[in-house]
Structures are given as structure tokens and as C-alpha cells.
């Protein structure tokens, strides 16, 4: 690809005003892209040169002339310089407005932002999220980094030039090459769409280019076990008495409604009497934060796991 630009003046015949002069127009081209617009300045037709892109000397405006047309192929130039050095991409339009001053967004790239989005999660661990959460996002930056350099054969990509279908290639790329599920997806592109919504909020983007998005659809089936089979694991016994420990387990977090790892969590601090003089499990939910309790014994001693029982 030509990443060249050429800056031409070209003299409008048909626009000749009442003192005979026309006005003259810059036409950039990038990328086999044309820009044109108003130079603001009218020469004489029969002065112009178009070959030599200057005024022939015939009138005592000529050095005037000439000199303005210097000003703005260097001003040009300048903008093209500044964007190279600035931007992975941009297009000719790109170039235009910075010429004419306009606001331009927040520059940044989208896997450099998402990795200072990281940086800064990074000081929230153990504080308002989890170690193993912060990896999550982790790996989907990676997952995207990966997929930018097999798409676009670079390592980045303009924040500024996200839309709807880089997202769309993403989810395509992930459940192609990554062989990952529908529902893995979806985790993956809800957390991308975190950092994208910080920059918004931080000028770096107008909107959030992915507000349209909707969750590729998960045909999950929950089976839940019924109070007979629930009862029928609970009175099995195991020879093996890592089986037997592991069953055990199971039916405490059955009846107690406790996580897997909230379950491994628990200890002795944890049960305490309560004011109706029967035990509870008191603790921190390891994914909201939020206190539970959970009623584990009667008073006369039997077990409620949970469940209200009838004294």
C-alpha cells in the first residue's frame, strides 16, 4: 500500500468571478483517497502554471501567491508528519482536519489502552476484585492482541477505528481458532467492553462503537437433583475414603447453598451461635462480598443444613 501523500492545486476554470479570477482548490491524495477542498486563493487562468504549481510572474500579487501556496504544502506536510508518528492508521480525511484545526479524540490504540485498563485493575486486587477475576481480563487481552496481529498483521489497532464488525471478526476468530464456546465468548466480550466504556468516558471514543451488540445465544440445560436422588447419595457409602469425603462435601454444599470454594473457605470462626440459640454459618460470599447466613443446627442439636425444620 501507498503510504505516500501528494498535494496538488488545481485552478477551477468554470467558477471565473467578475475580475476574471478563478479560485484555486488543494486535492490530497493518501491511500488512493482524495481530499479536496478551498485553498482560499484566486489567480489569473492565464498566469497559472499548472505543471510547476505556481503563479508565472505577470502581476505584482504574485509573490503573494506563491508564498501562500508554500505555507500550505509545509502546514500539510507538518499534519502528515505529526499523524505518522502518532497513529498506526488515518485516513486522508484525518489529515484535513487536523489541517483545519479540528478537535481531534484522544489517540490510543485499543490493546495498549486495554493494558493500562489492567495496570490500574491491577491496584484493585484483594481490594474490590479477585486475583483469578484480574486474569480473566488478562487473557482476553491477550486473546485480542493475538487476533489483531492475524488479522491486520499488526500489533494494534486504532481505538478510534473500532466498530461493530472488528467485534463481530473477534467472536469469529475466538470460537474458530480458539475453539472456545458460545458462553466463553460472552465473558470474553463483556470484559472487553469494560475498557472500551472507561475510554468513552475518558474521551478517547465519541460512543461506545459495540452499544449494539447482543450476546451470541447459550442453550444451557441445568439438571438439578431431586430429593430422592439427593437422599440416596447422602445414605451411599464409598469405600474409598477420598470418595466418601468428597460425597460428604457435596451434600454440604447442597443443603448449605455454599459455593465450592466458600466451602473449602470455611472455618471454625465462621460457626457461630445465634441469637435463637442455634448455630449458623456466618461468612463473606467469595463472588458478591456480601455477608450470608445460613442455619446449620437446631438446638436440641439436629441438623437443619440449611433448612428450615419444624421443632
Given at each position: 500500500m501507498n503510504?505516500?501523500?501528494?498535494?496538488?492545486?488545481?485552478?477551477?476554470?468554470?467558477?471565473q468571478n467578475q475580475k476574471g479570477?478563478?479560485?484555486?482548490?488543494?486535492?490530497?491524495?493518501?491511500?488512493?483517497?482524495?481530499?479536496?477542498?478551498?485553498?482560499?486563493?484566486?489567480?489569473?487562468?492565464?498566469?497559472?502554471?499548472a505543471k510547476k504549481q505556481l503563479v508565472k510572474p505577470i502581476v505584482g500579487y504574485t509573490d503573494f501567491i506563491n508564498n501562500s501556496l508554500i505555507q500550505i504544502s509545509q502546514k500539510l506536510n507538518n499534519c502528515f508528519l505529526s499523524l505518522q508518528?502518532?497513529?498506526l492508521d488515518f485516513s486522508v480525511n484525518d489529515i484535513f482536519d487536523k489541517y483545519?484545526?479540528?478537535?481531534?479524540?484522544?489517540?490510543?490504540?485499543?490493546?495498549?489502552y486495554f493494558r493500562r485498563f489492567l495496570v490500574k485493575k491491577a491496584q484493585l486486587v484483594d481490594k474490590d476484585i479477585k486475583e483469578?477475576?484480574?486474569?480473566?481480563?488478562?487473557?482476553?487481552?491477550?486473546?485480542?492482541?493475538?487476533?489483531?496481529?492475524?488479522?491486520?498483521?499488526?500489533?494494534?489497532?486504532?481505538?478510534?477505528?473500532?466498530?461493530?464488525?472488528?467485534?463481530?471478526?473477534?467472536e469469529y476468530y475466538l470460537k474458530t481458532v480458539k475453539n472456545q464456546k458460545q458462553v466463553t465468548i460472552n465473558k470474553a466480550i463483556q470484559r472487553l467492553r469494560k475498557p472500551i466504556k472507561v475510554a468513552v468516558a475518558e474521551g478517547y471514543l465519541e460512543k461506545d462503537p459495540f452499544g449494539q451488540h447482543k450476546p451470541g445465544r447459550v442453550?444451557?440445560?441445568v439438571i438439578f437433583l431431586s430429593t430422592d436422588e439427593l437422599r440416596l447419595l447422602e445414605e451411599h457409602q464409598f469405600t474409598q475414603p477420598r470418595l466418601q469425603l468428597v460425597k460428604d462435601?457435596?451434600?454440604?454444599?447442597?443443603?448449605?447453598?455454599?459455593?465450592?470454594h466458600e466451602m473449602s473457605n470455611l472455618k471454625k470462626e465462621h460457626i457461630i451461635k445465634g441469637f435463637d440459640g442455634n448455630l449458623w454459618i456466618i461468612m463473606k460470599r467469595e463472588k458478591t462480598s456480601k455477608m450470608i447466613s445460613v442455619w446449620l443446627f437446631r438446638s436440641d442439636g439436629a441438623t437443619c443444613f440449611g433448612q428450615t425444620v419444624p421443632l
Amino acid at each position: 500500500m501507498n503510504d505516500t501523500m501528494s498535494i496538488l492545486f488545481v485552478i477551477k476554470l468554470n467558477k471565473q468571478n467578475q475580475k476574471g479570477l478563478c479560485p484555486l482548490n488543494v486535492r490530497l491524495t493518501y491511500r488512493k483517497e482524495r481530499k479536496e477542498f478551498s485553498s482560499g486563493l484566486f489567480v489569473n487562468p492565464h498566469s497559472w502554471n499548472a505543471k510547476k504549481q505556481l503563479v508565472k510572474p505577470i502581476v505584482g500579487y504574485t509573490d503573494f501567491i506563491n508564498n501562500s501556496l508554500i505555507q500550505i504544502s509545509q502546514k500539510l506536510n507538518n499534519c502528515f508528519l505529526s499523524l505518522q508518528l502518532n497513529s498506526l492508521d488515518f485516513s486522508v480525511n484525518d489529515i484535513f482536519d487536523k489541517y483545519v484545526g479540528k478537535v481531534i479524540q484522544k489517540e490510543d490504540n485499543v490493546v495498549n489502552y486495554f493494558r493500562r485498563f489492567l495496570v490500574k485493575k491491577a491496584q484493585l486486587v484483594d481490594k474490590d476484585i479477585k486475583e483469578a477475576t484480574w486474569k480473566k481480563f488478562e487473557y482476553v487481552c491477550n486473546d485480542l492482541e493475538a487476533y489483531i496481529i492475524s488479522k491486520y498483521k499488526k500489533k494494534d489497532f486504532p481505538l478510534n477505528k473500532l466498530n461493530p464488525q472488528f467485534l463481530d471478526d473477534f467472536e469469529y476468530y475466538l470460537k474458530t481458532v480458539k475453539n472456545q464456546k458460545q458462553v466463553t465468548i460472552n465473558k470474553a466480550i463483556q470484559r472487553l467492553r469494560k475498557p472500551i466504556k472507561v475510554a468513552v468516558a475518558e474521551g478517547y471514543l465519541e460512543k461506545d462503537p459495540f452499544g449494539q451488540h447482543k450476546p451470541g445465544r447459550v442453550r444451557k440445560e441445568v439438571i438439578f437433583l431431586s430429593t430422592d436422588e439427593l437422599r440416596l447419595l447422602e445414605e451411599h457409602q464409598f469405600t474409598q475414603p477420598r470418595l466418601q469425603l468428597v460425597k460428604d462435601l457435596f451434600v454440604f454444599c447442597c443443603y448449605t447453598g455454599l459455593a465450592y470454594h466458600e466451602m473449602s473457605n470455611l472455618k471454625k470462626e465462621h460457626i457461630i451461635k445465634g441469637f435463637d440459640g442455634n448455630l449458623w454459618i456466618i461468612m463473606k460470599r467469595e463472588k458478591t462480598s456480601k455477608m450470608i447466613s445460613v442455619w446449620l443446627f437446631r438446638s436440641d442439636g439436629a441438623t437443619c443444613f440449611g433448612q428450615t425444620v419444624p421443632l
